[in-house]
C-alpha cells in the first residue's frame, strides 16, 4: 500500500530554519514526482513545492522562492523540504503528495510548522 509520512515540524523562530522529510513506501519511488503542499487556519491548501522522479528538477512557489529547497533520496525513499529564512506567515500544515500512481495521487498525514517569537 502507497504511504507518505511527513514528520520535522514544529515550532520556529522567525528567521530560523527547519527541514521536513517524507518518508515513501509501497511504489516504486523514483518514477514519481513529489508535491509539498500547506494549509494555514482559514486558507486554502496552496502548493509549495514539486521535485520530479530523478531528483533533476524541482519547483517552488513564489512565496517561497529563494527561501525553501526540495531534494530527495532515492534510496533513502525520501524527500525533503529545507524551509530557511522562515516566517510567520509559513506557519501551516504541510503535506506531501505523490504523483498520480494509475489515477490516483496519495497524500502523508501533515506536520505542523509554527513560526513565532
Known amino acids: 500500500q502507497v504511504q507518505l509520512v511527513e514528520s520535522g515540524g514544529g515550532l520556529v523562530q522567525p528567521g530560523g530554519s527547519l527541514r521536513l522529510s517524507c518518508a515513501a513506501s509501497g511504489f516504486t519511488f523514483n518514477q514519481y514526482a513529489i508535491n509539498w503542499y500547506r494549509q494555514a487556519p482559514g486558507k486554502e491548501r496552496e502548493f509549495v513545492a514539486i521535485?520530479?522522479?530523478?531528483?533533476?528538477?524541482?519547483n517552488t512557489a513564489d512565496s517561497v522562492k529563494g527561501r525553501f529547497i526540495v531534494s530527495r533520496d532515492n534510496a533513502k525513499n525520501t524527500v525533503y523540504l529545507q524551509m530557511n529564512s522562515l516566517k510567520p506567515e509559513d506557519t501551516a500544515v504541510y503535506y506531501c503528495?505523490?504523483?498520480?500512481?494509475?489515477?490516483?495521487?496519495?497524500w502523508g498525514q501533515g506536520t505542523q510548522v509554527t513560526v513565532s517569537s
Open positions: 521535485i520530479n522522479g530523478a531528483g533533476d528538477f524541482t
Open positions: 503528495k505523490t504523483g498520480r500512481i494509475r489515477g490516483q495521487a496519495y
